[in-house]
C-alpha cells in the first residue's frame, strides 16, 4: 500500500537511544495520522544534503534555529518497514519539496516495494535539513586517524596497527 502526505503537520528525521545505540527514523504526520519509517544514519545525512542543494537551487539556506522539542519523534514510534531508497526533488512551480521512500525488500521477496511520498513546504524542508544534519552530529565523535566512532572508553585506531589507544 502506498502512502501520500500531501500536506503534513509533520516532518522530522530523529533518534532514539544513546550513542552508538541509536536507531534512526523518518516520521511524517497529517491529520493526526503518523508514518515512521526506519532508516539509517547515511540515509539521514544523505537526506539533510541533498535538501540543502536543493534548498541552494532555489537560494534558501536550512533554518539556523528551530524548536527541538517539535522535532522530536511522535510517540509511539512504530516503524512501517525499513527505509531502501529514498528520492528528493522539488515541484519549483508549487513551492513544495517531495520526499519518496522506497521500503527495503529482500530480493527473496517477490513484491513490489511499499511508498511514502510525502510533500513539503519550504519551512518544513529547511527545518528538517538543519534537523537532520543536527541528529547525525549527535553521535560519537569520529577518530581523526580512521573516521571510525570512538567509544566513551576509548578507541583502538586500526590506522595505528592497534598499538595507540586514545580517548
Request: proline letters at 8%.
Amino acid at each position: 500500500m502506498d502512502i501520500e502526505l500531501s500536506h503534513p503537520d509533520h516532518l522530522t528525521a530523529d533518534f532514539v537511544g544513546e550513542p552508538g545505540q541509536r536507531t534512526f527514523y523518518l516520521q511524517a504526520g497529517e491529520s493526526g495520522d503518523v508514518v515512521s519509517v526506519l532508516v539509517e544514519k547515511p540515509q539521514v545525512a544523505a537526506l539533510a544534503d541533498l535538501l540543502v542543494r536543493l534548498l541552494a537551487g532555489v537560494g534558501v539556506e536550512p533554518v539556523r534555529a528551530w524548536d527541538i522539542v517539535a522535532m522530536r519523534l511522535r510517540e509511539p514510534v512504530t516503524p512501517r518497514w525499513r527505509a531502501g531508497a529514498i528520492g528528493v526533488g522539488i515541484d519549483p512551480q508549487l513551492g513544495r519539496f517531495v520526499l519518496e521512500v522506497s521500503e527495503l525488500v529482500p530480493e527473496e521477496d517477490d513484491r513490489e516495494p511499499e511508498q511514502v511520498r510525502i510533500w513539503a513546504s519550504e519551512e518544513q524542508a529547511r527545518t528538517l535539513a538543519a534537523h537532520a544534519r543536527w541528529a547525525v552530529e549527535q553521535g560519537r565523535p569520529t577518530c581523526r586517524f580512521c573516521g571510525l566512532p570512538i567509544d566513551p572508553e576509548g578507541h583502538t585506531c586500526p590506522r595505528m596497527n592497534g598499538d595507540a589507544r586514545h580517548p
